[in-house]
T-cell receptor, first 116, second 111 residues
Framework: EPEVTQTPSHQVTQMGQEVILRCVPISNHLYFYWYRQILGQKVEFLVSFYNNEISEKSEIFDDQFSVERPDGSNFTLKIRSTKLEDSAMYFC??????????????FGEGSWLTVV | QKEVEQDPGPLSVPEGAIVSLNCTYSNSAFQYFMWYRQYSRKGPELLMYTYSSGNKEDGRFTAQVDKSSKYISLFIRDSQPSDSATYLCAMGVYNTDKLIFGTGTRLQVFP
C-alpha cells in the first residue's frame, strides 16, 4: 500500500537553528499538507500546497516557516529560526485532490522535533 | 467554546465490547467528517469519511453524523486489543483545505 514517508523520524536542534523536515508524498497525489501536534495537544493544520504554491495556511504558519517542492517527489517544511515552542511532531500528508471532494488525506509517520 | 470537543478518556473496555466515541462541534459550516486512529507516536490513519447525516458502516466500524445536533460518533463492534489507540475526529468545510481535529480519545481494550 502506498504511503507518505517522512525524514528524519526524530531531530534535536538548538534554539535559533534552521530545520528542514522532508516528506515524500504518495506519488499520484496532488495536494500536500503539513500538520503539527504538540505533545498532549490536538493535531493542527499548518499549510496546504498545490500546483507548486501554497493553497492555504494557518495563523501558526508565520514567516519562520516555508514549504517547497524542490523536485518531483520531495515536499519540505523549513523552520528558519527554531523556538522552544516549535517542539512538536510534524506530520506530512497528501491527498489525490482537495479533501472537500471526498478525497481522503493520508498522513506520514511524523517527524518529532525537539528544540533545546 | 472550542470548535471541536472530544472527551480525552481514557476509555477502558473489555475485548468484545461495543465502543462509542463521540465528538461535538460548534461550527455549523462543517460539511465533512473523518475519524482517524492514531497509535502512540505514529501518524493518524484514516478509518471513516462521511459528509452527510446518517450512518456509514465499514466492517466493525460505524460512523454516525447528526448535523442538527452537531454531533458525530464512531462505533466499534467486537472491539479487539489491537483497537487500543487514540481516536481522532476531524472535520472540514468545503471552501477550505484544512481539517480541524478533536483532541482525541484514548481507548484501551483489555483481553
Amino acid at each position: 500500500e502506498p504511503e507518505v514517508t517522512q525524514t528524519p523520524s526524530h531531530q534535536v536542534t538548538q534554539m535559533g537553528q534552521e530545520v528542514i523536515l522532508r516528506c515524500v508524498p504518495i506519488s499520484n497525489h496532488l495536494y500536500f499538507y503539513w500538520y503539527r501536534q504538540i505533545l498532549g495537544q490536538k493535531v493542527e493544520f499548518l499549510v496546504s500546497f498545490y500546483n507548486n504554491e501554497i493553497s492555504e495556511k494557518s495563523e501558526i504558519f508565520d514567516d519562520q516557516f516555508s514549504v517547497e517542492r524542490p523536485d518531483g517527489s520531495n515536499f519540505t517544511l523549513k523552520i528558519r529560526s527554531t523556538k522552544l515552542e516549535d517542539s512538536a511532531m510534524y506530520f506530512c500528508a497528501s491527498s489525490p485532490d482537495r479533501p472537500r471532494s471526498g478525497n481522503t488525506i493520508y498522513f506520514g509517520e511524523g517527524s518529532w522535533l525537539t528544540v533545546v | 467554546q472550542k470548535e471541536v470537543e472530544q472527551d480525552p478518556g481514557p476509555l477502558s473496555v473489555p475485548e468484545g465490547a461495543i465502543v462509542s466515541l463521540n465528538c461535538t462541534y460548534s461550527n455549523s459550516a462543517f460539511q465533512y467528517f473523518m475519524w482517524y486512529r492514531q497509535y502512540s507516536r505514529k501518524g493518524p490513519e484514516l478509518l471513516m469519511y462521511t459528509y452527510s447525516s446518517g450512518n456509514k458502516e465499514d466492517g466493525r466500524f460505524t460512523a454516525q453524523v447528526d448535523k442538527s445536533s452537531k454531533y458525530i460518533s464512531l462505533f466499534i463492534r467486537d472491539s479487539q486489543p489491537s483497537d487500543s489507540a487514540t481516536y481522532l475526529c476531524a472535520m472540514g468545510v468545503y471552501n477550505t483545505d484544512k481539517l480541524i481535529f478533536g483532541t482525541g480519545t484514548r481507548l484501551q481494550v483489555f483481553p
